[in-house]
């Protein structure tokens, strides 16, 4: 019934992924991300072999469908060894259902480049892409974002960009992408969702609920507990559903 758009439930216990089955989660998209810069390029590698090779596996005993991301998340940059990185990227792109988690941090030239390789890579093999924004000057790497995917050609419908805020969700709207909407302690609350979407109803057609969960807080549950806040809040039910598994599918072609 749920799908759960953004996680990072490589590191979530077996007994999350047992509640996730019980109450109703029939897939999760899990992003790569660690919360260290990593010194060598081969941390990523082994990350990567990780969530292609391993974790799908681990839900399939339980009956719950994986997504796979992989891409070069803006704190995740190594410190050594970004080209050969670069070049082993193609291959775990190709194994992956789509590209994430990547974007930008703080907006520095390095950044906007590793950025833009993965977009040239998600068009170049046909996979679809999730953007971070940061918490911090949201703004402004919203608006140099804008600038990375003006100047690339990958098509928006194969785009979301995640995180979105309260307060900026007009600018998030315009950018004609998916908007990712992260129900999580000091990103959205359900009532700001609910508020967001009886206030802008072209995000039942463009939003993904998500709980970002993985290491920092974050209710396992937050998809399931937004859908029925959004329920008893009149949005219809087939409206509720698009946010909480019709869009996430459709985005990326998951049945
Ligand atoms: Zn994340």
Redesign the pocket.
Known sequence: MFVDA???HFVSNYSTVELLRKEGYTAVYI?A?IPVKPLYHTTLVDLFRWLVEVEPMRFKELGIKVCVGVGIHPRNIPHFGLAQLLESMEEFVARADFIG?VGLEVGSVEEVEVLSEMLRLAERLDKPLII?TPRREKELILKKLRDVLESSSIQLDRVVV?HASYELIEEFIELGTFIGLTVQPGKLSVNQLINLVVKHPELIELGMVNS?C?RDPSDPLAVKLSYEGLVKADINVSGALKLVRDNALRFTGLK
């Open positions: 953004h996680t990072h992003l991300y988690e971070h995640d970002d993985g």
